[in-house]
């Protein structure tokens, strides 16, 4: 008589063998028909089996309230990741993984009773003895927390752990003047780099709602913006309708469809390469990320005697209101004046420091069109009865 095999569940799910099969199975009962439905996992080793059939459900499962001292917080931060972390923004996404990484290390086998306050203290000592930063340790925490607080939300575990209060890193705030915006902007010569500039002072948008609009969110014959796509549902970093700038009219015409942003042709999901380089180039602090253009426009319009209410809508920092009427306000013509007539005023300050002029016309894809191999000294144009012409007459 074959020996019996225990079986191992996990949400709701089993693990077996089929005839004829080396392979481990996914298993479980299906209650309107009355029968034992399976999926192979594709592996022979059972603790392989295990793995995936955990994972499987971690992905896609639900699993029923868990006593918190029995439910391990690995568990939570991959349900956390495969379930809520994928759905964020790409740049938003990798922070996340890496965060969660870290935690799996650090504390991934601790059940989450056991996760108390002098637990979190003793791995704020190891993170410290590594050399890390108080910000920096603070927002790994705050992945963890974020995930324990899922999981409590959606009935998994019955319980929340305590909550250090950690000191922050301090408050990184660079503001820099139209010359420097404007030394940046002269070493900003592609394109892509160029187009997210002109977009993230025109808009006031996060890095993230920049890199992915596309020109069906941009409704200009109404001279609106909608930074927030379709398919986003809106959430504490809410991303407003504001009205464009003339200059970003300027260099959304140009794109006739698609992502505004591309690379190649394709969509890109950060610019911090391009951008570190070109800071790097100017001699402007590190401080200067791309996140500061967007604090760069709040600051300005302060300065310009916009009022909070309206900056703060304009940020995305508050929501604007819901009823009928804030509705239908972006059809306003005031909506956002005074606002959009100080970006008006910080580009033309940034262009009388500048040496590029900041419209489109003198684009990189349009200097590469007329430089044409063929032409010798001279470049060719497109009228037919100028033909080529001299580049220095």
């Given amino acids: 008589m074959p020996e019996k095999i225990e079986k191992w569940t996990y949400g709701g799910m089993f693990l077996s063998r089929r005839p004829n099969s080396p392979n481990w199975y996914r298993c479980w009962f299906y209650a309107e028909t009355g029968q034992t439905r399976a999926f192979s996992l594709r ?3 059972e603790e392989e089996a295990k793995r995936r059939l955990i994972a499987w459900v971690h992905e896609y499962g639900k699993i029923d309230t868990a006593d918190a001292a029995e439910l391990a917080i690995w568990k939570i931060l991959q349900r956390y990741e495969y379930q809520h972390v994928r759905k964020l923004s790409k740049g938003g996404a990798t922070t996340q993984r890496h965060n969660i990484g870290i935690l799996r290390d650090l504390v991934g086998d601790v059940p989450v009773a056991d996760f108390r306050a002098a637990v979190q203290r003793e791995v704020v000592e190891v993170m410290k003895s590594r050399g890390w930063s108080d910000g920096y340790i603070k927002r790994i925490f705050g992945t963890a ?30 503001v820099p003047t139209p010359k420097q915006l404007a030394a940046l902007w002269d070493e900003l010569t592609e394109d892509h780099m160029r187009m997210f500039f002109i977009l993230s002072l025109s808009t006031a948008g996060r890095k993230a709602a920049v890199l992915e609009l596309t020109r069906f969110q941009c409704d200009l014959d109404h001279g ?12 504490n970093k809410r991303r407003a309708i504001v009205p464009a700038t003339n200059l970003a009219r300027q260099w959304i015409e140009t794109i006739p469809t698609g992502h505004l942003i591309t690379w190649r042709g394709k969509p890109i999901s950060d610019v911090k390469i391009s951008w570190r380089a070109a800071r790097e180039r100017v001699g402007l602090p590190m401080e200067f990320s791309p996140h500061t253009l967007r604090h760069t426009v709040a600051t300005w319009c302060r300065m310009h005697g ?3 209410w309206c900056t703060a809508a304009l ?8 009823n009928t009427v804030e509705r239908y306000a972006k059809y306003d013509p005031e909506y956002f004046q ?11 300050a940034i262009a009388d420091e500048a ?3 900041l419209n489109p016309s003198y684009r990189a894809s349009n200097v590469r069109d007329v430089w044409k191999i063929g032409a010798g000294d001279e470049i060719r144009t497109h009228d037919l009865n100028l033909g080529k012409v001299s580049l220095y007459p």
Avoid at 224 to 235: A, F, G, K, S, Y
Avoid at 338 to 348: Q, S, V
């Fill in 306 to 308: 916009v009022d909070s």
């Fill in 43 to 45: 592996t022979r080793d």
């Fill in 224 to 235: 609106l913006i909608d930074l927030n796509p379709v398919c986003r549902t809106q959430n």
């Fill in 355 to 357: 040496e590029a002029p």
């Fill in 315 to 322: 940020g995305g920092w508050r929501e604007a209101g819901a």
């Fill in 338 to 348: 005074p606002a959009i007539e100080a970006i008006e005023e910080l580009f033309e």
């Fill in 145 to 174: 927390y974020a995930a324990l607080n899922w999981a409590h939300q959606n009935d998994e575990i019955d319980r929340m752990p305590p909550k250090l209060r950690l000191p922050g890193g301090g408050r990184r705030e660079f």
